[in-house]
């Protein structure tokens, strides 16, 4: 279970999970799916094309910091791959490529929230947030946070620094959240 503490990221939105949208479909198997997302954030669950099991991303009302909900992500099979559960706030546009994000100019020195995270065997967790600038061909890294939580049994919070590589001012902060290492690189049942 992931949440973003909402005073640091003023310029996001839903970043305590309060408000869930429906989605529904057919995914690239011709199978009907649907579920439910955080409205402003997408999930491994809310990208139709790529959904194929069971649900990797879901509302969980039992572990929560504060409000009512967070995101519960598990890692397992989706394309005939193991793969992470995933929350972003950018769009997931392929098994392992993540784009995007909000607008954001803050020079924040961390992102901040709480998080569990319950491993299968050795896997780690991982949380990721990237400042970006776009240059007017490429986006240039402003500045990048990332922890691999191992187990961390209860809701903790955490504080990740981000640690710049530019003087400049950003545009985009982009969010990642996954319950394993990556496609091919996580173990089932991670949480």
């Known amino acids: ?7 640091a990221f003023a310029q996001l939105t839903n970043t305590s999970f309060e408000t869930w949208q429906n989605y ?4 690239i198997f011709s199978a009907p799916i649907s579920g439910e997302y955080p409205t402003g954030w997408q999930t491994t669950d809310s990208i139709i094309q790529y959904g194929t099991g069971p649900h990797t991303a879901v509302r969980e009302l ?3 910091c504060n409000g009512s909900n967070s995101v519960k992500l598990t890692s397992g099979s989706a394309l005939g791959n193991l793969a992470p559960g995933a929350l972003t706030n950018g769009k997931i546009t392929g098994p392992a490529t993540i784009t995007g994000g909000n607008p954001y100019t803050q020079r924040s020195a961390f992102i ?3 998080y569990k995270y319950v491993p299968s065997g050795t896997d780690t967790g991982r949380v990721t947030a990237l400042l970006s600038k776009w240059n007017g061909t490429s986006r240039d890294t ?3 946070a990332y922890a691999a939580p191992a187990s961390v049994p209860t809701m903790t919070n955490f504080q990740i ?3 710049y590589q530019s003087a400049n ?5 982009l969010i990642m959240f996954a319950s394993g290492r990556g496609v091919g690189a996580t173990t089932a049942g991670s949480y």
Do not use: E, H, K, R
Request: charged share 5%.
């Open 169 to 173: 001012t950003p545009d985009t902060l």
């Open 1 to 7: 279970a992931c949440l973003i503490s909402s005073g």
């Open 142 to 144: 402003i500045a990048f």
């Open 62 to 64: 039992t572990d929560i």
């Open 112 to 114: 901040n929230g709480c």
């Open 24 to 27: 529904s479909g057919v995914n």
């Open 161 to 163: 620094p981000f640690v």
